[in-house]
């Protein structure tokens, strides 16, 4: 079942948390290196547990890590880590705190060669799944087969986000630049 179909049984507080996700996030571009940098963050967190569990935990994880402020949780010291795994109010997972950290460490290393974090993903596209896979894992800490598939497709660059009799199938379409959508 797809997301978009997913959503149409859900009912109350829980549709509304996802519908807001899906119609207005979910597949569109991101263009700022740090949302581009959260989006891959709350992929990792989600590995092993519900999304809607990270869409609960939204606003307790940007603050929690300087609303994904790359320069900012790059330098996390000891400190940081600690204070990361006693905060009740995300996922405290020492793998997963750490692969941010390591993580953001990496993106400052890519906005150094390629100008920015969105400017080496553009110049990796286009690329198979298993492509994309492959350069991830080597890029990145924590990054396997299903984090990088969703993250990909929730920013665009992997199709099937929506299907095409999603209400938002189209406005996706129209927000991709057009050597992304002429990929697609």
């Not at 994309?132 to 990145?140: D, Q």
């Amino acid at each position: 079942m797809s997301y978009c179909t997913a959503i149409k049984s859900m009912s109350g507080e829980r549709q509304a948390l996802h519908k807001a996700y899906h119609d207005h996030h979910y597949g569109f571009p991101i263009h700022d290196d740090n949302e581009l940098f959260c989006r891959l963050i709350f992929e990792i967190n989600q590995a092993g547990l519900s999304w809607e569990t990270i869409l609960r935990k939204e606003v307790s994880f940007r603050a929690a890590y300087d609303n994904f402020d790359i320069l900012k949780v790059a330098a996390y010291a000891e400190a940081d880590r600690e204070r990361l795994l006693a905060d009740a109010r995300i996922i405290r997972n020492k793998l997963k705190i750490n692969a941010t950290i390591e993580n953001a460490k990496t993106i400052l290393n890519l906005q150094k060669e390629h100008g920015s974090f969105r400017n080496w993903l553009a110049s990796h596209h286009p690329k198979t799944k298993i492509e994309w896979i492959k350069i991830f894992k080597k890029t990145f800490k924590f990054t396997g087969g299903k984090i990088v598939n969703e993250f990909l497709m929730s920013i665009g660059y992997l199709p099937n986000a929506h299907d095409e009799s999603c209400d938002v199938y189209s406005e996706v379409l129209k927000s991709q630049p057009k050597w992304l959508s002429s990929q697609m």
